[in-house]
């Protein structure tokens, strides 16, 4: 899915997204999400896809064939890399024209790679790890959650935050301390935001758990099942109040399998 959204700028206008020129209408979020925030002196124009793509390859060969076109960031779930494969997965993905950084993936129950999350975006956006400078916040990089701050998404950037919750577990207290986590650095940051996730749950148990409330956020849907395997809408955005406009859809073409990026 694409996230089709509107920003708000730092002076409180707001301004719409315009669809990427490929004609398939996004803005920020779940298929190529595309937000453009005009000021006096030039517009933006972003968009943001979030997918879980089971394993790096996969994700890597629909780049390769240009199936993102138009889309500006990727938040990833589930690549299944170890920290030493990721020179060779940056070298990759920065030979088609963008900049990757992951937290490892960890061991599975039956032994093999599980998880990892990570972050792609456009060369030329800049993308870093989020820093917070206080004892009491600690920011996790894991198989599970991460945080990046960009330059894209607005004047003053954002912060992109990838999860991947524990499969089939639902709202479980296991996914909802996760996702306290999650809160807990968001509120700390202050910055603006946008959460793309495979939440193992659909948007209205998430809703319904109170966590969206917690951190001011808003769930982003397209309205269709993305998980193929079980016909749920299990992936999608939860965004600041910055983002609150606009809508996401699905990219039907890209063949990332079960999970239909958004």
Known sequence: DWLQLTSKSECGEQH??????????ADLGPSPAVSSVKTERRQWRWSVVTVNVTAWSTLLHELGERK?????????????LEARQFNGARAAAAKLGWKLDMSPCTQGPMGGPSGGVGVLVRQQYGLRRLCIDAEEVQVPHNARMGFWCTSGGGPSGCMLVPVYLCTG???????????YQVGGVLRASGKAYIVGADWQM????????????????????????????????????VVHDRFTDGRA????????????PV
Request: aromatic share 4%.
């Open 16 to 25: 719409s997204r315009q669809p990427p020129d490929s004609g398939r209408g």
């Open 169 to 179: 577990k639902e709202d479980s207290l296991e996914n909802m301390q996760l996702l």
């Open 68 to 80: 993102f076109d138009g889309v500006d960031a990727i938040l990833i779930q589930e690549h299944r």
């Open 249 to 260: 859809t699905i990219i039907d073409e890209v063949a990332t399998r079960p999970h239909r």
């Open 202 to 237: 659909e948007p209205c148990t998430l809703h319904a758990s109170g966590w969206p409330d917690s951190i001011g956020g808003h769930i982003k849907q397209a309205e269709r099942p993305t998980c193929m395997s079980s016909g749920r809408e299990i992936d999608f955005f």
